[in-house]
């Protein structure tokens, strides 16, 4: 044997192996092989395992606005401790400061570099939020709640999630093999604030306030007290579901509006059995400083309502007895265990800096994935026979050898797709199958090329040599546009398109292999060792 | 020796009038189609639109008139109901434009799983998707169709000259549009899925211009003495059987794609089956028709 065709024909037999070898993780026999080689394997898309994809935009003037609230009761609180007499009111982006004191502008300057003095007038000073300082707490916004994000699917526990920032404010998030779709949305997309709030029992107003509604009712009641509500008070609801009979009422409070606490100071959350009531529910417990600041709060509202408040829900509001130190709190209501386990991850994880809004959303249930397997590998299988069958009757001996192409072209794209870990998508599936039709195009264009040279009188041999050197510029050509679009595909699309984008990809280029090398060693060798006088082709 | 097609002498060129009459009918309405989808006047899938889709799985067979009825029922407004070819299969999509997504999606789930029972409805998919991405989605389809278009136009320029690369850019432009024109007509959903299959069309087409191409180049030059449009005819004559072939065999993995695939895949491969047949027939008559109009004189003698 030729040196040549030891080389050539050492190289289709490695890649035949190394493509088997890669693609068997990929099989059931994936747990009985050794673990450096478990590690590959082709993956399987969202759309193809279930799961979901998850697209949600961060509210980043929400998270301004937030930041805004929290500097104006944070100069309420600096100024008190230094005793200093000042009124803090925050209308949107501004602070407005009235004091008789100078020295309160003094400490807003000192303590609160990030605010700018917008007017002041006698005794009466505004801050803003300028420019730089708004972009920079959105910026800050997005990168704490993909944090947050990834902490609490951590802690959901998904096999590989993805999430990443796309665009500007955008936040992409992919669960593949997630069973209970509902729930993962609920806790990915919880902004969880937990706030402390003060009941105003005091208000005369309070007494006119109904005590319980039915939830369409809520908006007729905002409407009704809206010009009632005292100045720096506002009315929140507490959902009730009835256990027995699920039927739903809110509770309405109306509450100081500024919140002394917030679950910043949290450290632990985490589900307790509530002794009273054999009920679910979070026990929270607040850091040094957080202890110190509640025990603060309890001891000067003793006898008053302490709402305990969940993304603008009332959970719960009871009566301070007495001080509260050590720094735990309860959060009850009428969760299930798994609800009461999933708001201590939430709380636990932290919460987002502001409310995300959900711009994408694709569900895939696990029993469509299989489906589409399924027909897949049967349109694919199908396709197969067809093409083989074809190239058997049209081209005869040479039509095998294509057949042959054909099928080393499958397994080396399987084994490839396998060895990279590529994602295996429905559209990619499609994407494998038309690579099956492309498979044995640049065979046909070589087999015509050479019957042309039969026909010119030639030998087999030569008619070989020139068909396979004259199709070459032409395979290569039509391969490379392909690969364009192939290469587009993937730059534009999202999950799914990508997979039949990579593919699409990698077909037409082993294609190029299986066809050039695959197919003419064949010939050469057969060829070379029978003086042929007639091809079959 | 089989040979399907053998000495053949069609004069391709004394149609080319015709089928360029033909090919600007589809370009035109291709652009108008274009311009509806960039306007949001076609059928848009909601991936381009905006939406809800919820697909369902029904363990029993139901009455496609009781869901819609139930649905109905349930104050669901301005849904469209489909019978997928899958059995007990329905999809369901309503192109509104909501605020807040989610919502919509629990609220069919919700009425269906009411009137069938939990365990008769299996949620195969939803799908909700933002007015924000939706028109975004849309532009990068676009884009993506122009990118793939052009880069297609660079290599060709590069490998042949540049009369090649215009000819075989228009007929690549001219699959895309007629099978979205065809898409366009039936009333068929354009979404996500038939722009990969577009990009994918404009990829395989080529592959036929280009077998014509390089025949017409191979027959410039040992053959430069004959008339332009006798070579040109000669070359596609030379070529035919194998045109026909390649798109032959591809066109059987589409096709079973399209009957076994399953229902997503189905439009999809019905999209590539027509531009299989459309990129067949544009290589022989736009493709090179074009290369002859930007210099039937101009003999191809270079080289």
Known sequence: ?537 | MIEVIKNTKIDFMGKRKVALAVSSVFIVLGLIAIIQVARGAANLGIDFAGGTSVQIKFNTPVKLQDVRQTLTDSAIEDFDLQDLPTENKVLIRIKKKEQTLGELSKKIIASLSDKYGEDNVVVDSTTEIGPKVGSRLRKDALWAIMAAIIGILIYVTFRFQFRFGVGATVATFHDVLAVLTIFFLMGKEINLILVSALLMIAGYSLTDTVVVYDRIRENMRTKYKKNTIDLVNQSLNEVLSRTIITSLTTFFAAFTLYLFGGEVIHEFAFAIMLGIIIGTYSSMFVATPIVLLMGEEKAFSKK
């Open chain 1, 1 to 537: 044997m030729k040196k040549e065709f030891f080389w050539r024909i050492s190289l289709i037999a490695l890649a035949t192996v190394l493509s088997i070898v890669f693609f068997l993780p990929s099989t059931q026999l994936s747990s009985s092989l050794p673990e450096w080689l478990q590690k590959y394997g082709i993956v399987l898309g969202l759309d193809l395992q279930g799961g979901v994809h998850l697209v949600y935009e961060v509210d980043g003037d929400k998270a301004v606005e937030i930041t805004a609230e929290r500097l104006a009761s944070s100069i309420g609180n600096t100024l008190k401790e230094e005793g200093i007499e000042a009124d803090v009111k925050q209308d949107g982006l501004k602070i407005v400061v009235s004091s008789t004191n100078e020295k309160a502008f003094d400490t807003v300057a000192s303590d609160f570099r990030i605010l700018t003095e917008d007017s002041r007038t006698d005794g009466v000073v505004t801050y803003a939020l300028e420019g730089a300082e708004i972009d920079r707490i959105k910026a800050l916004a997005i990168d704490q709640a993909l944090e947050t994000i990834r902490n609490r699917v951590d802690q959901f526990g998904v096999a590989e999630p993805t999430i990443h920032r796309q665009a500007e404010n955008e936040i992409v998030i992919q669960l593949p093999g997630v069973k209970d779709t509902k729930r993962a949305i609920e806790l990915v997309g919880k902004t969880a604030i937990l706030e402390f709030k003060i009941l105003d029992d005091e208000a005369p107003v309070a007494a006119q306030i109904p005590g319980v509604i039915n939830p369409e009712e809520k908006e007729g009641v905002m409407q009704e007290f809206a010009d009632k509500i005292p100045e720096g008070d506002e009315v929140l609801f507490g959902k009730i579901i009835n256990k027995e009979t699920g039927v739903e009422t809110d509770r309405v409070y109306l509450l100081k509006k500024q919140a002394l606490m917030t679950g910043d100071f949290l450290s632990e959350a985490r589900v307790d059995i509530d002794q009273r009531y054999n009920e679910p529910s979070v026990s929270i417990s607040f850091n040094s400083t957080g202890a110190k600041l509640f025990e603060q709060i309890t001891t000067n509202n003793v006898k008053k309502r302490l709402a305990i408040i969940l993304d603008e829900n009332v959970y719960s509001a009871p009566v301070i007895q007495e001080p509260i130190a050590g720094g735990n709190a309860q959060i009850t209501g009428t969760f299930t265990m798994q609800e009461a386990r999933d708001l201590a991850i939430v709380l636990r994880s932290g919460s987002l800096p502001a409310p995300l809004k959900m711009l994408q959303n694709v569900t895939v249930g696990p029993s469509l994935g299989k489906d589409s397997i399924k027909a897949g590998l049967n349109a694919g299988i199908l396709g197969a026979i067809l093409v083989i069958i074809f190239m058997l009757v049209y081209y005869k001996i040479a039509g095998l050898i294509a057949n042959f192409a054909l099928v080393l072209n499958i397994l080396c794209l399987l084994g490839v797709l396998s060895a990279f870990n590529a994602t295996l998508t429905l559209p990619g599936i499609a994407g494998v199958i038309l690579a099956i039709g492309m498979a044995v195009d640049s065979n046909v264009l070589m087999f015509e090329r050479i019957r042309e040279e039969l026909r010119l009188g030639k030998t087999p041999r030569a008619s070989i040599d020139s068909g396979y050197d004259k199709a070459f510029w032409t395979i290569f050509d039509s391969h490379v546009t392909t690969l364009i679009t192939a290469v587009v595909l993937f730059q534009f699309g999202t999950g799914p398109i990508k997979g039949f984008a990579v593919t699409l990809g990698w077909g037409v280029f082993i294609n190029l292999f299986t066809a050039l090398i695959g197919t003419k060693t064949i010939f050469d060798l057969i060829t070379t060792r029978t003086d042929m006088k007639r091809l079959s082709i």
